[in-house]
C-alpha cells in the first residue's frame, strides 16, 4: 500500500522558507515520479513541481519558479520542498502524490495515493 505524509507547514512572515517533507511508506521513492502540489481555497489543485524516477526535476508552475525546489533523499525515503522567499499567494494546503509514470507529467489524474496535506500560511 502506498503511503505519502506530508508535513513542514506552518505561520511563516512573507519572505520566510519553510521545508516540506514527504514521507513515503510501502514503497521506495526512487521507483517512483512524486509530485508536489497545492490548493488554496476556492482554486483547484495546482501541480508545482515533480521528480522523476531518474532524480530529474520539473517545475510546472511559474510563479515558484527559483523559489521553490524538489528534491529527495533516498535514505530517508522522502521527497522535500523547500520553499524561500515565501509569499501571501502561496498560502495554501500543500500535498504530495505519486504517479502512475515514471516521467514528470502535468495532470493532476495521474497522480494518486495523496498525503493528507500540509497548510503553509504566509502572512505578517
Known amino acids: 500500500q502506498l503511503q505519502l505524509v506530508e508535513s513542514g507547514g506552518g505561520l511563516v512572515q512573507p519572505g520566510g522558507s519553510l521545508r516540506l517533507s514527504c514521507l513515503a511508506s510501502?514503497?521506495?521513492?526512487?521507483?517512483?515520479?512524486i509530485g508536489w502540489f497545492r490548493q488554496s481555497p476556492g482554486k483547484e489543485r495546482e501541480q508545482l513541481q515533480c521528480i522523476s524516477t531518474t532524480g530529474g526535476g520539473t517545475n510546472y508552475e511559474d510563479s515558484v519558479k527559483g523559489r521553490f525546489t524538489i528534491s529527495r533523499e533516498n535514505a530517508e525515503n522522502t521527497v522535500y520542498l523547500q520553499m524561500n522567499s515565501l509569499k501571501p499567494e502561496d498560502t495554501a494546503v500543500y500535498y504530495c502524490?505519486?504517479?502512475?509514470?515514471?516521467?514528470?507529467?502535468?495532470?493532476?489524474?495521474?497522480?494518486?495515493?495523496w498525503g493528507q496535506g500540509t497548510q503553509v500560511t504566509v502572512s505578517s
Open positions: 510501502g514503497f521506495r521513492i526512487s521507483d517512483y515520479t
Open positions: 502524490a505519486v504517479s502512475s509514470f515514471p516521467w514528470c507529467t502535468y495532470p493532476t489524474i495521474d497522480f494518486g495515493s
